[in-house]
T-cell receptor
Framework: AQSVTQLGSHVSVSEGALVLLRCNYSSSVPPYLFWYVQYPNQGLQLLLKYTTGATLVKGINGFEAEFKKSETSFHLTKPSAHMSDAAEYFCAVTRAAGNKLTFGGGTRVLVKP | KAGVTQTPRYLIKTRGQQVTLSCSPISGHRSVSWYQQTPGQGLQFLFEYFSETQRNKGNFPGRFSGRQFSNSRSEMNVSTLELGDSALYLC????????????FGSGTRLTVV
């Protein structure tokens, strides 16, 4: 069985500061990992994904994440927060195409001016 | 290219009624998955269809059902609605070529009164 843990249900950052959202997973097989963002009353938008290859993955809107197998982690970072980054972020894992995505509980990001 | 389209966006139903939600995937995508999002349980997998066949099913009661048509459009049905079925229902489609490109729709917000 797979599971995803996101540390911190709420994170507050100042505009221009580093954004760091933590995600740890458990999976009995090599995982495929995703970060999604959700704005109010919207669906989920893919920020980035790790399937194979380079462990540092760059996504949209300046976000990146690093897959660390030894730490079973896939933390999301952005060097400089913008007001438009205020949203809820979800980490997800799956083990194969067509299999379900298992989501973490989400982290809501507040950006202070 | 059009995204994943879910209709209707909002729905209010009375306890005991049934409801049908619709999802039109991105053109060319053959896999459609459904998720339920609630504040208490987060994002939970309902089921996944590929080429009109249900391949995976989550842990939901039999009141939740779905189907996929030959044009890949999918519907999900919930019978005998309960208050706890109030949620955002999200549909995701993917091409199924191994790129794990799950694209989500904006969801249908179901309120059961």
């Amino acid at each position: 069985a797979q599971s995803v843990t996101q540390l911190g249900s709420h994170v507050s950052v100042s505009e221009g500061a580093l954004v760091l959202l933590r995600c740890n997973y458990s999976s009995s097989v090599p995982p495929y990992l995703f970060w999604y963002v959700q704005y109010p009353n919207q669906g989920l938008q893919l920020l980035l994904k790790y399937t194979t290859g380079a462990t540092l993955v760059k996504g949209i809107n300046g976000f990146e994440a690093e897959f660390k197998k030894s730490e079973t982690s896939f933390h999301l970072t952005k060097p400089s927060a913008h007001m438009s980054d205020a949203a809820e972020y979800f980490c997800a894992v799956t083990r194969a195409a067509g299999n379900k995505l298992t989501f973490g509980g989400g982290t809501r990001v507040l950006v202070k001016p | 290219k059009a995204g994943v389209t879910q209709t209707p966006r909002y729905l209010i139903k009375t306890r005991g009624q049934q409801v049908t939600l619709s999802c039109s995937p991105i053109s060319g995508h053959r896999s459609v998955s459904w998720y339920q999002q609630t504040p208490g349980q987060g994002l939970q997998f309902l089921f996944e269809y590929f080429s009109e066949t249900q391949r995976n099913k989550g842990n939901f009661p039999g009141r939740f059902s779905g189907r996929q048509f030959s044009n890949s459009r999918s519907e999900m049905n919930v019978s005998t609605l309960e208050l706890g079925d109030s949620a955002l229902y999200l549909c995701a489609s993917s091409f199924e070529a191994g790129d794990y490109g799950y694209t989500f729709g904006s969801g249908t917000r179901l309120t059961v009164v």
